[in-house]
């Protein structure tokens, strides 16, 4: 991945005030990870409703109308048939499970520098809630090389491999998926000039994050990762079997995503929503913990050239549409939410251009 990138989620907010605990050696949840809604306003259980977050097989020739309602409606899908290899997606999950079963002090050696982006650490949202998350994570941005000799000296280079070849893959699917998402809003490769003569967003940038949510004492008054949406176009993630991952729907609330195996989580980000004008929504997401079972997931977070302007496309803006937010680049869209968070979006508001 382009070093720039590093640049770009520098401008993410990082911890300081938040340690990284062994989680698995808490047998009792303290205060400090117990939340109520007074730590969230969004601490509410899951619906029980029957709504499920759409699955598309993407071989399908009807994906691409089924993509085009599942984003206006849930800005968020499944996908089957997705051409990354199901034996790809087991290397990813071995490495993660490999990755935070090593011991604290090993993981700690490739912590997460106090200026810097890749490596271990807490959640990059930490820093917005009194509460610390029941979770630990691992940022790759650029090449993980250095990281990943300090975390297994000798087999480094076979989980380098891993990490590479996975976001070969995404890489192709994000675009994919971009396009699909796209198409359905009537938007040609025309209409994207930024996408590259190719059209295939060459220069596009990413981070991959590694998750892994430890089965925890009290899950009901735990949190995994607090509500938020993704700084990015799109994201797609993998999740092992244990459910967790739950999206928010307008009117129905809370609804858990149900882990299909070898499947992909799709979600739509914020700088989609305001290509879009507003049309498809950046879904709220977070994730609950378990009892029994520790949860692994791999978020691969895909966003454009950190210079290009994003604004609301002219095809989708109009006198009786007049475009939502303002142009914004995702270097500065990521400073943006490291101060407002879930406010971001109303600050790149067009009315509130000065
Ligand atoms: C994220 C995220 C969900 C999960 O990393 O941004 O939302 O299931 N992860 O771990
Ligand atoms: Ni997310």
């Not at 989680?23 to 619906?47: G, I, K, M, N």
């Not at 989580?265 to 507003?278: K, P």
Request: charged content about 20%; some cysteine.
């Amino acid at each position: 991945m382009p070093s720039m990138l590093t640049d770009v989620f520098r401008a993410h907010p990082i911890s300081l005030s938040h340690q990284t605990h062994d989680l698995t050696s808490l047998r009792q949840l303290p205060d400090s990870f117990t939340w109520t809604h007074e730590d969230d306003l969004l601490f509410s259980a899951a619906s029980n409703d029957q709504n499920t977050l759409p699955v598309i097989d993407l071989s399908d020739h009807a994906a691409a109308a089924a993509i085009g309602r599942a984003c206006m409606s849930w800005g968020a899908f499944q996908v089957t048939n997705h051409g990354v290899p199901l034996s790809l997606l087991d290397d990813i999950e071995s490495l993660t499970v490999s990755l935070f079963r090593l011991p604290a002090h090993r993981k700690m050696r490739a912590a997460r520098p106090v200026d810097g982006v890749s490596g271990y650490g807490v959640a990059r949202i930490a820093s917005f809630f009194h509460k610390q998350m029941w979770s630990e994570g691992f940022t790759v941005t650029g090449s993980a090389r250095d990281h990943f000799r300090k975390l297994w000296p000798l087999h480094h280079l076979k989980y380098c491999d891993v990490i590479k070849e996975y976001e070969e893959h995404m890489q192709k699917l994000a675009t994919k998926l971009m396009w699909l998402v796209l198409s359905s809003l009537g938007v040609t490769e025309a209409d994207i000039k930024w996408a590259g003569p190719n059209s295939d967003f060459n220069g596009a940038q990413a981070a991959i994050q590694l998750n892994h949510y430890p089965v925890c004492p009290e899950p009901d008054r735990a949190m995994g990762l607090a509500a938020h949406t993704d700084s990015t176009l799109l994201t797609v993630l993998y999740q092992n079997i244990t459910a967790g991952l739950q999206v928010f729907k307008d009117g129905v609330g809370w609804l858990t995503v149900s882990p299909i195996p070898g499947s992909l989580v799709v979600n739509i980000g914020d700088l989609l929503h305001i290509l879009s004008n507003g049309r498809l929504p950046s879904v709220l997401h977070r994730v609950r913990v378990n009892k029994n079972r520790s949860r692994f997931s791999v978020a691969y977070l895909w966003g454009p050239q950190s210079d290009v302007q994003i604004s609301p496309i002219w095809k989708l803006v109009s006198p009786v549409e007049p475009p939502l937010y303002r142009p914004v680049t995702w270097k500065e869209y990521l400073r943006t939410k490291a101060t407002h968070f879930n406010n971001a979006l109303s600050v790149i508001r067009a009315h509130q251009q000065e």
